[in-house]
């Protein structure tokens, strides 16, 4: 849903990489560049960002209003 203010395993901050990690792999950079230019070395720190699903757009439509 949404993304994780720290990493489950280690406890590291990832939340705040999170919005420019989306928008460069978005606009077409390679995965691996994007995490090691923002210094993120840990692969359970990598996994968090990588398997991330944004979901929060579509279980908005089943809120209550």
């Not at 939340?15 to 928008?23: I, L, P, S």
């Not at 994007?34 to 579509?58: A, N, Q, T, W």
Request: charged share 35%; net charge positive; proline share 5%.
């Amino acid at each position: 849903m949404i993304i994780p203010v720290r990493c489950f395993t280690c406890g590291y901050p990832i939340g705040a990489k999170w919005k420019e990690f989306a928008e460069r792999v978005r606009k077409g950079e390679d995965p691996k560049k994007v995490l090691d230019d923002l210094g993120i070395k840990r692969y359970c720190c990598r996994r968090m960002l990588l398997s991330h699903v944004e979901l929060i757009r579509d279980v908005m439509h089943y809120s209550v209003r």
